[in-house]
């Protein structure tokens, strides 16, 4: 069976310090590994993809994610985290070439002044 | 970016009545939404898989009398809360996928009330 653990519901950190967020996966088939934010009241913005090809992949707001395939692991970070990256991110998973995502529980993050 | 709209953001409605709630792919088509439910703290649900020009492929669980899914066009799906009840009061949020990807992009969500 699939599925997406994300190991903190809850990370707090002080502004323009650094930030992982953890992702542990599980599938039986090759992966595609996604991370979205979501902000209050909103939808889900895609921060950044894994398909194939480099394991590290940069995305929008100054993450990044380093796929470990011997981990299947997909954590995420950040160097300086800013008060507005304050929101929900979720880590997500397709698997076996098909679209359907099977999603994590969310950690929140909280940036604090 | 593929940018995914809902309409309307927000619905309060009566017990018993049916509320709409329409997906829109503005810049792209897709032959595949989904739909999702999201409880307040948690993660999203998958509802439902619709496939323009068929029928919606239902999860495990989830009424498919009760939620009724037409996907009439590549860039309109849309949701029906039938004979709404005040357990059906959710975040619903829908999500399109651009023809050659595989990330879903997401509309900003519906907040429905079922007073």
């Known amino acids: 069976a699939q599925s997406v653990t994300q190991l903190d519901s809850q990370v707090p950190v002080f502004e323009e310090a650094p930030v992982e967020l953890r992702c542990n996966y599980s599938?039986?088939?090759?992966?595609?590994l996604f991370w979205y934010v979501q902000y209050p009241n909103q939808g889900l913005q895609l921060l950044l993809k894994y398909l194939s090809g480099s394991t590290l992949v940069k995305g929008i707001n100054g993450f990044e994610a380093e796929f470990n395939k011997s981990q299947t692991s997909f954590h995420l970070r950040k160097p300086s985290v800013h008060i507005s990256d304050t929101a929900e991110y979720f880590c997500a998973m397709s698997s076996g070439g098909y679209q359907k995502v099977t999603f994590g529980i969310g950690t929140k993050l909280q940036v604090i002044p | 970016g593929a940018v995914v709209s809902q309409h309307p953001s927000w619905v309060i409605c009566k017990s018993g009545t049916s509320v709409k709630i329409e997906c829109r792919s503005l810049d792209f088509q897709a032959t595949t939404m989904f739909w999702y439910r999201q409880f307040p703290k948690q993660s999203l649900m998958l509802m439902a898989t619709s496939n323009e020009g068929s029928k919606a492929t239902y999860e495990q669980g989830v009424e498919k009398d009760k939620f009724l899914i037409n996907h009439a066009s590549l860039t309109l799906s849309t949701l029906t809360v039938t004979s709404a009840h005040p357990e059906d009061s959710s975040f619903y949020i829908c999500s399109g996928v651009p023809s050659g990807h595989y990330e879903q992009y997401f509309g900003p969500g519906t907040r429905l009330t079922v007073t």
């Open positions: 599938s039986s088939v090759s992966v595609y």
